[in-house]
Structures are given as C-alpha cells and as structure tokens.
C-alpha cells in the first residue's frame, strides 16, 4: 500500500496500479477491489480495445504483452466462440490474482445465453477457476445473486440445465477464498486515487514500456539465433517477476550444461501452465501439443489454418521467423514468412552438430508427426528453391510410378540431405516394395535415411540395398532406432532400445551377418540379465569397439 501511495504521488499512475494488484493476494477486500477498478478504468481511456479484425489472434497478442493496464480491453473482449472464449479465461490464470477479472466474467455469466454442457460447459468450468483464482468478495455476491434470479425465474422450465449450472455455481462459491480484511491507509488510497483520476484527462503512460517491449521482441525475431535480445528479454521478465523469465533462462542455461532434475522439472511445469502465453499470437492455428520451444520462442510446431481468414491473418506473421521445423501448408511455405525453415516434420530423428541441432527435450509424438506425399511433391519443384535440409514424408500404402516420380526432380530442394520415410503399412505391401524406392538415384545420393516402422527383418537387404561410404541408415520402429554408418574402423552401429536382449538379438544378427566387419557398436537401452550380456558380447566380438547395457543386479 505504501509503494502504491508513493507512486501515486510521484505520477506514476501505471506502477501504482501494479502495485495494487500485487498486494490484492494479501487483503481480498472489496473496497480494494473498488479502488483498483477506479484507477485501471481511468487508465484504459487511453488504451485501444482489441481490434475486431483477426479477433482472437489479436487477444492473444494483446495478452502475450502483459502491460497491466491492458486487462480493462482483454475482459472486455473475453467472448467470442466457445472454445476461443475458453482459451481467453485459462490465459487469465496465467496471471497473478487481480480482482479486475471480476467485471467482465459477471457480465459474460449474467446473460445465461449459453447454459449447454457441451463446449459452452467448458467456459463455464474456466471461468469457476479464474473467480476462485482471483478470489474477489464481488464476484461471490454476483455469483450469488445470479443463483437467485436465476431460481426465482420460471425459465428453468424452458432450460432444464440451469439446476445443474446453479449447481455447479453453488460448488464454485464454496471453494471462494474468504474476503480479507481492508488494508491499513484506505482513506489517504482513496483520496490519491481521486487525485490521480478526478478531472485530469488519461495520459498514454505506458508507451514507453509498449515500445521497448515491441523494439526488443523485433530484434529477437530479426535474427533469433542472436543471444543478445534474448538474454535482455529475459532480464526484463525476470525484473517483472514473469514466470517467462524463468523459463527463458533456464532454456538458454540448457544450451550451455545439462540442467539438473528439478530445474527440468520445473521448465516442464512452467511449459504446460504458460503454453498459450508463449505461442502469443500464434496459437489460433498452432497445435499446442506439438509445439517445441527454444530460448522461449517458437522452434517447432505442426500448423493448421482452419479457416481462410486466419490464412490471411497469421501467415505472414513475424514470430514464424523463430521456426526451424514445422508441418504446414505449400502457400505457407513460400509465403516467405519462414525464413529460417530447414526440417518439415515433427518426427525427425536430430544429428546434433548441424546448423538444425538436436531440439530440446524429446521429439513431438503426435499423429501429425509426419509430411504428406502430396506435400513433398509440391515442394520438390518449387520455383523458388527452399532451403529445407530434411523432410519427413509418410509413404502411402498405395505407392506406385506416379509417387516414385516425385524422385526424379527434387530441383526445389537443392539442400536435401536428410529423407525420412514412414511407411507403417507400406512397407509390408505388395504394391509399395522397398526396392524401387530405396534404390531411386535421388534417394542413394542422400547422405542420410530415416526408415521409420520398417520391419525388422529387412534390415540386412536394406543395408545391402543403400550402404556406402559415408553414409547413414537409421531403422526405427516403436521400440527401437538402430543407427548404422560406414566407420573408419566398419561399420559403426548406434542401438537405443527399450528392449532387453531376446528383443533385439535378430537385428543385430541381421546387421553382423551382412556387415564385412564391424567398428564401434553401442547399445543404448535397460539393464540386461548377465547371461543377455555375455550372448551380446559373443555375438559381437569381431567389434573394435563394444559398449553394452549394464547388467542387472545378482546377474
């Protein structure tokens, strides 16, 4: 209270109201509620609403800046369609308490337009979190005297949901945080707030925080492989006590050493409670699930235009320019908004030491993990040639001249090193042999294959089929990927496996019987009995180099 007063009375009405908002946690009470309504309403005379055009991109947006004068204009735009309605309310929970939600979520609730317990149900459970989360005394007595319209009306008949709505509100109140008692100094808060709002028009007072946030994030997206916006970025966070700043930095303190287990831990919590903060603007067409981040920005994510006008809206978007990995449309593609694009599919497996690296944490499972055919045959003679370095590409089951076509000029791809192919059924039917495919020249020229859920007893033809100098095969399937590589000392072969010994004795087999001598062998995977051990040990004993799981315990 105190630090509010002084700025008050320093004119700085926008850290006043900062510093109201901070201290709401402590006391609850409605008459502090009142005055920080009072000054943020005077504020937000100079703040623009949230454009009508691209609605719900620019909410987000808005939202992703985190200038605490701005909630006046986000509250009032909350509604639109249900589950963009609900995405709004569970972004509110991102934010400390603030009994300025309580307004705008009464409003919404006071209509009773929508009492399904569909996908308006949902909007109904966010908006409970966010009253209790703020844990206002007003909004208890709205709830409440909306339970008592609502039950003294006769439209209950019309709307035979309302008992179980009425129901569910009664549960809400009852987990309400109690009110508090009134801060110390209301009187002399009072009377600096009408200083600060009674006849004197509303100053933009917070450009200069607006700008510097916009300057910072455009240097960030001019070039996101520059440490220096990002780190400044996130020191202001971390000044602000934005839980981004945290999560900024532990990303970047990934980059220089292993974080430890509950530094882990927590960059994990912080992801999934701040997910829609960070897509910002994106998140309309981003699926949340694939999304991966880097130094708090977007590095990968599988993209969905559901509608044209967000095509128009978001394609050309400046925060596309952080992507390096992503399943799109073509249109998106050439647009020219993903500069920085070198891989297309959210299943690659990474070679770190490359200008793409290895991506933090594990590989998006998801099943759009992989590019269509038909994608890869619009790309492979783009006009304009892409820099795309890897594609991962599901094989159809149905696989014949015309795909294998697709091969023959790749000119739109001049930078293709790496193919990854899913084949799942295709690979077992008659219509889509290995052969013609593995043996394609465009496909022998890579220097590296992905053949992702290939059978396991195809892997010596296929090493017969595609092995050279300075080449590399990767076999994956749901259990294992076996890496295998022409070495200096023969052929170098890389297991990581869930499996234990039985599991993945005849693909070794395969691989020994078709190698003319083996290198470096490792197998990455679970403890094995000592008798698994010493059978892996004999079967591999021409290696130069042997490492094998560690033996179980009295083994």
């Known amino acids: ?12 009405p926008v850290g006043a109201l900062a510093a109201l908002v901070a201290a709401w946690p402590d006391h609850r009470d409605a008459g502090l509620a009142d005055q920080i309504d009072r000054l943020s309403d005077h504020l937000a005379k100079s703040v623009a609403p949230v454009p009508e055009k691209r ?18 204009a986000l509250m009032a735009a909350i509604e639109g369609t249900a589950r963009e309605t609900k995405a709004r309310m569970d972004a509110l929970l991102e934010l400390p308490p603030d ?3 309580t307004r705008g979520l009464l409003a919404w609730a006071d209509r009773l337009e929508s009492t399904s317990f569909g ?91 607006v700008s510097l946030d916009d300057r910072i994030r455009d240097q960030i997206y001019e070039d996101p492989d520059d440490d220096g916006p990002i780190r400044v970025w996130a020191d202001l966070l971390l000044q602000a006590e934005d839980p981004m700043g945290t999560f900024v930095t532990l990303q970047l303190e990934a980059e220089r ?43 990968a994510a599988h993209v969905r235009f559901p509608t044209p006008a967000l095509r128009d809206q ?6 596309w320019r952080s992507v390096r990995q992503i399943v799109t449309d073509p249109p998106h593609l ?70 294998l076509a697709v091969l023959d000029d790749l000119s739109g791809l001049p930078a293709l090193r790496e193919l990854h192919l899913v084949g799942g059924n295709a690979w077992r039917r008659p219509s889509c042999p290995p052969r013609p495919l593995l043996s394609h020249p465009a496909v022998r020229a890579l220097p590296r294959l992905v053949l992702d859920r290939y059978p396991g007893g195809h892997v010596h033809k296929t090493w017969e089929t595609l092995g050279r100098k300075g080449r590399e095969v990767v ?56 008798r698994d051990v010493d059978r892996a040990a004999e079967m591999l004993a021409g290696a130069a180099e042997l490492e094998l799981p560690k033996r179980k315990r009295g083994t």
């Not at 990581?496 to 993945?504: I, K, N, S």
């Open 1 to 12: 209270m105190d630090e509010a007063l002084r700025l008050l009375a320093a004119d700085d």
């Open 55 to 72: 609605r719900h991109a620019g909410w987000l947006d808005r939202f992703a800046s985190r200038q605490v004068a701005d909630l006046p």
């Open 99 to 101: 009994p300025r939600t």
């Open 119 to 209: 996908p308006w149900g949902k909007v109904w459970t966010a908006l409970f979190k966010v009253a209790q989360h703020a844990g206002d005394p007003r909004m208890a007595a709205g709830l409440r005297a909306l339970v008592e319209r609502a039950s003294a009306s006769d439209d209950g008949a019309a709307y035979p949901v309302y008992p179980k709505l009425l129901e569910r509100i009664g549960k809400c109140l009852e987990k309400m945080p109690p009110a508090g008692p009134p801060p110390p100094g209301m009187d002399r808060l009072i009377a600096a707030v009408d200083a600060a709002t009674t006849g004197r028009p509303p100053r933009d007072v917070y450009v200069k925080a």
């Open 257 to 299: 050493r292993p974080l430890l287990t509950k530094e882990k831990a927590l960059l994990r919590k912080l992801l999934e409670a701040h997910r829609t903060t960070l897509l910002g603007p994106l998140a309309p067409v981003v699926d949340p699930a694939t999304a991966v981040f880097r130094r708090g920005i977007l590095h």
């Open 314 to 319: 978001l394609r050309e978007h400046p925060w």
């Open 334 to 403: 050439r647009s020219g908004a993903l500069p920085n694009v070198r891989r297309i599919g959210m299943r690659l497996v990474e070679v770190p030491g490359t200008e793409t690296g290895s991506l933090p944490g594990e590989l998006v499972q998801h099943d759009g993990q992989a590019a269509s055919w038909t994608l890869l045959a619009a790309l492979a003679k783009s006009r304009t040639p892409l820099p795309i370095e890897a594609f991962c590409v599901v094989v159809p089951d149905t696989f014949g001249d015309d795909q």
């Open 475 to 530: 076999l994956l399937d749901p259990s294992f990927s076996m890496t295998i590589r022409e070495g200096a000392t023969g052929l170098d072969v890389h297991v990581t496996t869930t499996l234990d010994m039985p599991g993945v004795s005849n693909h070794l087999k395969q691989v020994v019987g078709s190698a003319s001598g083996l290198g470096k062998v490792v197998v990455d995977g679970p403890t094995w009995a000592g």
